[in-house]
Protein backbone atom coordinates (compact mmCIF):
# COMPACT_ATOMS: atom_id res chain seq x y z
CA UNK A 1 0.00 0.00 0.00
CA UNK A 2 1.51 3.44 -1.10
CA UNK A 3 1.50 5.95 1.79
CA UNK A 4 1.30 9.93 1.52
CA UNK A 5 2.69 12.26 3.44
CA UNK A 6 1.52 15.80 3.61
CA UNK A 7 3.54 18.66 5.01
CA UNK A 8 3.35 21.08 6.74
CA UNK A 9 -0.11 19.86 8.43
CA UNK A 10 -0.69 23.63 9.27
CA UNK A 11 0.22 26.37 6.92
CA UNK A 12 -0.05 30.13 8.20
CA UNK A 13 0.06 32.66 5.58
CA UNK A 14 -1.41 35.93 4.74
CA UNK A 15 -3.56 36.96 1.92
CA UNK A 16 -1.20 37.68 -0.76
CA UNK A 17 1.33 35.41 0.05
CA UNK A 18 2.98 32.55 -1.26
CA UNK A 19 1.51 28.79 -0.55
CA UNK A 20 4.13 25.50 -1.09
CA UNK A 21 2.54 22.64 -0.17
CA UNK A 22 4.32 19.28 -0.33
CA UNK A 23 3.05 15.33 -0.76
CA UNK A 24 5.30 12.73 -0.67
CA UNK A 25 4.43 9.39 -1.36
CA UNK A 26 6.37 5.91 0.29
CA UNK A 27 7.19 4.86 -3.51
CA UNK A 28 6.92 6.03 -7.05
CA UNK A 29 3.19 6.88 -8.28
CA UNK A 30 4.83 7.99 -11.27
CA UNK A 31 2.99 11.37 -12.16
CA UNK A 32 -0.71 10.18 -10.88
CA UNK A 33 -1.29 12.54 -8.61
CA UNK A 34 -4.20 14.75 -8.00
CA UNK A 35 -4.88 17.95 -5.37
CA UNK A 36 -8.05 18.35 -4.01
CA UNK A 37 -9.35 22.07 -1.74
CA UNK A 38 -11.82 21.35 0.95
CA UNK A 39 -13.74 23.82 2.67
CA UNK A 40 -15.97 23.56 5.82
CA UNK A 41 -19.04 22.04 5.34
CA UNK A 42 -18.33 20.98 1.43
CA UNK A 43 -17.35 18.31 -0.77
CA UNK A 44 -13.71 18.39 -2.07
CA UNK A 45 -13.18 20.31 -5.70
CA UNK A 46 -10.48 18.64 -8.18
CA UNK A 47 -7.63 20.88 -8.53
CA UNK A 48 -4.97 19.46 -10.02
CA UNK A 49 -4.88 15.65 -11.56
CA UNK A 50 -1.50 14.17 -13.32
CA UNK A 51 0.63 16.16 -10.89
CA UNK A 52 0.72 19.46 -12.85
CA UNK A 53 -2.65 19.46 -15.38
CA UNK A 54 -4.71 22.19 -13.43
CA UNK A 55 -8.35 20.81 -13.83
CA UNK A 56 -11.37 23.12 -15.24
CA UNK A 57 -12.00 26.27 -13.83
CA UNK A 58 -9.17 26.35 -12.02
CA UNK A 59 -6.99 29.51 -11.17
CA UNK A 60 -3.99 29.90 -13.05
CA UNK A 61 -2.49 30.74 -9.69
CA UNK A 62 -2.55 27.08 -8.42
CA UNK A 63 0.04 24.44 -10.02
CA UNK A 64 1.79 21.41 -9.17
CA UNK A 65 4.63 19.80 -9.95
CA UNK A 66 6.43 16.77 -8.91
CA UNK A 67 6.93 12.89 -10.16
CA UNK A 68 7.74 9.87 -8.80
CA UNK A 69 7.39 10.36 -4.80
CA UNK A 70 8.23 14.46 -4.37
CA UNK A 71 5.36 16.34 -5.57
CA UNK A 72 3.94 20.21 -4.53
CA UNK A 73 1.23 22.58 -4.88
CA UNK A 74 1.60 25.50 -5.36
CA UNK A 75 -0.66 28.70 -4.62
CA UNK A 76 1.02 32.06 -6.26
CA UNK A 77 -0.60 34.67 -4.37
CA UNK A 78 -3.05 33.63 -1.89
CA UNK A 79 -6.39 34.57 -1.90
CA UNK A 80 -8.96 34.60 1.18
CA UNK A 81 -11.13 32.41 -0.16
CA UNK A 82 -8.17 29.61 -0.61
CA UNK A 83 -7.85 29.70 3.08
CA UNK A 84 -8.86 26.05 3.01
CA UNK A 85 -7.74 21.77 3.52
CA UNK A 86 -5.59 20.74 0.51
CA UNK A 87 -5.44 16.78 0.16
CA UNK A 88 -3.38 14.66 -2.35
CA UNK A 89 -4.35 11.63 -3.96
CA UNK A 90 -2.35 8.92 -5.71
CA UNK A 91 -3.98 6.69 -8.64
CA UNK A 92 -7.71 7.60 -7.71
CA UNK A 93 -7.20 5.75 -4.16
CA UNK A 94 -5.04 6.93 -0.90
CA UNK A 95 -5.33 10.30 0.24
CA UNK A 96 -2.78 12.30 2.42
CA UNK A 97 -3.40 13.66 5.66
CA UNK A 98 -4.15 17.02 4.35
CA UNK A 99 -2.90 20.61 4.76
CA UNK A 100 -4.86 23.36 6.47
CA UNK A 101 -3.71 26.42 5.03
CA UNK A 102 -5.55 29.41 7.45
CA UNK A 103 -4.84 32.69 7.70
CA UNK A 104 -2.23 34.58 9.83
CA UNK B 1 -24.55 20.03 -15.45
CA UNK B 2 -22.95 16.94 -14.30
CA UNK B 3 -24.14 15.96 -11.23
CA UNK B 4 -23.59 13.02 -8.43
CA UNK B 5 -26.69 12.60 -5.83
CA UNK B 6 -26.08 10.31 -2.65
CA UNK B 7 -28.47 9.21 -0.50
CA UNK B 8 -29.26 5.83 1.38
CA UNK B 9 -27.29 7.08 4.64
CA UNK B 10 -28.28 7.31 8.22
CA UNK B 11 -28.25 6.05 12.19
CA UNK B 12 -27.42 2.05 11.95
CA UNK B 13 -26.66 0.09 15.19
CA UNK B 14 -22.77 -1.63 15.23
CA UNK B 15 -23.17 -5.07 13.21
CA UNK B 16 -26.02 -3.73 11.06
CA UNK B 17 -25.96 -2.85 7.09
CA UNK B 18 -27.03 -0.15 4.78
CA UNK B 19 -27.02 -0.15 1.06
CA UNK B 20 -25.72 3.58 -0.17
CA UNK B 21 -26.79 4.84 -3.62
CA UNK B 22 -25.34 7.55 -5.56
CA UNK B 23 -27.18 9.25 -8.90
CA UNK B 24 -25.32 10.21 -11.77
CA UNK B 25 -26.64 13.15 -14.16
CA UNK B 26 -25.45 15.15 -16.80
CA UNK B 27 -22.75 12.65 -18.23
CA UNK B 28 -22.75 9.15 -19.94
CA UNK B 29 -22.39 7.14 -16.70
CA UNK B 30 -21.33 3.83 -18.63
CA UNK B 31 -17.96 5.49 -19.35
CA UNK B 32 -16.65 6.52 -16.55
CA UNK B 33 -14.82 4.29 -13.56
CA UNK B 34 -16.66 5.28 -10.10
CA UNK B 35 -15.77 5.67 -6.58
CA UNK B 36 -16.27 6.13 -2.70
CA UNK B 37 -14.91 8.28 -0.38
CA UNK B 38 -15.44 8.93 3.28
CA UNK B 39 -14.69 11.25 5.59
CA UNK B 40 -15.15 10.38 9.86
CA UNK B 41 -16.16 13.87 11.51
CA UNK B 42 -13.54 16.18 11.68
CA UNK B 43 -10.66 13.54 9.91
CA UNK B 44 -9.36 13.62 6.64
CA UNK B 45 -10.71 11.37 3.54
CA UNK B 46 -10.14 8.06 2.94
CA UNK B 47 -10.68 6.21 -0.18
CA UNK B 48 -13.01 3.20 0.27
CA UNK B 49 -13.77 1.32 -3.09
CA UNK B 50 -13.65 2.10 -6.73
CA UNK B 51 -15.05 0.32 -10.12
CA UNK B 52 -14.56 0.51 -13.56
CA UNK B 53 -16.93 1.71 -16.14
CA UNK B 54 -18.29 -2.16 -16.61
CA UNK B 55 -18.08 -3.15 -13.49
CA UNK B 56 -15.32 -5.98 -14.30
CA UNK B 57 -12.55 -4.09 -11.40
CA UNK B 58 -13.08 -3.38 -8.18
CA UNK B 59 -10.70 -2.17 -5.30
CA UNK B 60 -11.30 -2.35 -1.81
CA UNK B 61 -9.53 -0.54 0.93
CA UNK B 62 -7.99 -2.80 3.48
CA UNK B 63 -10.44 -1.09 6.06
CA UNK B 64 -13.55 -2.34 4.61
CA UNK B 65 -12.61 -5.40 2.17
CA UNK B 66 -14.74 -8.15 3.18
CA UNK B 67 -17.81 -6.41 4.28
CA UNK B 68 -17.99 -3.64 1.73
CA UNK B 69 -19.65 -4.47 -1.83
CA UNK B 70 -19.60 -1.72 -4.34
CA UNK B 71 -21.76 -2.30 -7.73
CA UNK B 72 -22.71 -0.17 -10.35
CA UNK B 73 -26.58 -0.32 -13.02
CA UNK B 74 -25.34 1.40 -16.09
CA UNK B 75 -28.98 1.02 -17.32
CA UNK B 76 -30.11 3.15 -14.49
CA UNK B 77 -26.55 5.47 -14.37
CA UNK B 78 -26.26 4.36 -10.38
CA UNK B 79 -23.63 3.50 -8.04
CA UNK B 80 -24.26 1.11 -4.92
CA UNK B 81 -22.27 0.49 -1.78
CA UNK B 82 -23.52 -2.28 0.55
CA UNK B 83 -22.14 -2.23 3.77
CA UNK B 84 -22.40 -5.13 6.21
CA UNK B 85 -20.60 -5.45 9.69
CA UNK B 86 -20.79 -1.89 10.14
CA UNK B 87 -18.62 -0.70 13.04
CA UNK B 88 -17.99 2.72 14.72
CA UNK B 89 -15.61 3.69 12.85
CA UNK B 90 -17.21 3.71 10.00
CA UNK B 91 -19.30 6.57 10.43
CA UNK B 92 -18.81 9.05 8.13
CA UNK B 93 -20.06 11.27 5.05
CA UNK B 94 -19.82 8.98 2.45
CA UNK B 95 -19.10 10.79 -1.07
CA UNK B 96 -19.37 9.08 -4.59
CA UNK B 97 -16.90 10.69 -7.29
CA UNK B 98 -16.69 10.02 -10.63
CA UNK B 99 -12.97 9.30 -11.80
CA UNK B 100 -11.23 10.79 -14.89
CA UNK B 101 -7.49 12.25 -14.32
CA UNK B 102 -8.59 12.38 -10.86
CA UNK B 103 -12.11 12.52 -9.00
CA UNK B 104 -14.05 14.77 -10.32
CA UNK B 105 -17.11 16.11 -9.49
CA UNK B 106 -17.82 14.89 -5.91
CA UNK B 107 -21.65 14.28 -5.14
CA UNK B 108 -22.24 16.05 -1.80
CA UNK B 109 -22.14 13.22 0.60
CA UNK B 110 -24.57 10.93 3.15
CA UNK B 111 -23.98 10.68 6.77
CA UNK B 112 -23.30 7.20 8.21
CA UNK B 113 -23.73 7.02 11.80
CA UNK B 114 -22.81 3.56 13.47
CA UNK B 115 -24.08 3.54 17.19
CA UNK B 116 -26.23 1.70 19.74
Known amino acids: EIVLTQSPATLSLSPGERATLSCRASQSVSSYLAWYQQKPGQAPRLLIYDASNRATGIPARFSGSGSGTDFTLTISSLEPEDFAVYYCQQRSTSFGGGTKVEIK | QVQLVESGGGLVKPGGSLRLSCAASGFTFSDYYMSWIRQAPGKGLEWVSY????????YYADSVKGRFTISRDNAKNSLYLQMNSLRAEDTAVYYC?????????WGQGTLVTVSS
Open chain 2, 97 to 105: ARDHHGSDP
Open chain 2, 51 to 58: ISSSGSTI
